[in-house]
């Protein structure tokens, strides 16, 4: 992800932060039912504490959406595990691998993308209002990040390796 596409208006800014939250959303609420469904309760609630907020402020962006006018954003282009456009399978293999660390890694990678994006729009867009509303999606991506490298810090590490199993094993 990067500014490939123009953002020269608040509008622009708009459709991307209404991608990005739409996107965010979306991933913490299946986040957080893979995790409830596994037991993971706390992380579980942390995702689905994330997917609220990110649905707030996706009301309060296509509300103002409306009032600017439309926006083209591919709803790809702030996607956390594709590419391009989503493939569903693919999503099903992630999740089965997936463990609490897996997904608290997967949302502060995208989270740090996205922000690192709206910084950068901030710095360039030329809009005064695009920039400002560029740098309040900076501040709730750091919000966001501060909330998940908390809670990457308490979670288990997977066991991938030999060497992670002998850690456990041998008592020193």
Do not use: N
Not at 8 to 18: I, N, R, Y
Not at 97 to 114: G, K
Not at 127 to 137: F, K, T
């Amino acid at each position: 992800m990067g500014t490939q596409l123009p953002i020269g208006t608040a509008a622009d800014v708009c459709a991307h932060a209404l991608a990005a939250e739409t996107e965010a959303m979306s991933r913490c609420s299946e986040f957080a039912d893979y995790l409830e469904a596994r037991g993971d309760e706390e992380t579980a609630r942390l995702f689905r504490t994330l997917a609220q907020e990110d649905s707030r402020h996706s009301v309060a962006l296509a509300e103002r959406m409306s009032a600017e006018g439309p926006a083209a954003v591919p709803f790809w282009a702030h996607s956390w595990l594709d590419e391009g456009p989503a493939v569903p399978a693919s999503h099903g293999f992630v999740y089965h691998l997936m463990t609490p660390y897996h997904a608290l890694t997967i949302a502060l990678t995208a989270e740090r993308r996205a922000r690192r994006f709206f910084e950068q729009v901030a710095q360039e867009c030329a809009d005064p209002e695009g920039r400002a509303l560029a740098a309040e999606m900076v501040r709730e991506e750091d919000a966001h990040i501060g909330a998940l490298e908390q809670a990457l810090q308490k979670a288990p590490r997977p066991l991938v390796s030999e060497a992670d199993y002998e850690q456990i094993l041998i008592r020193r």
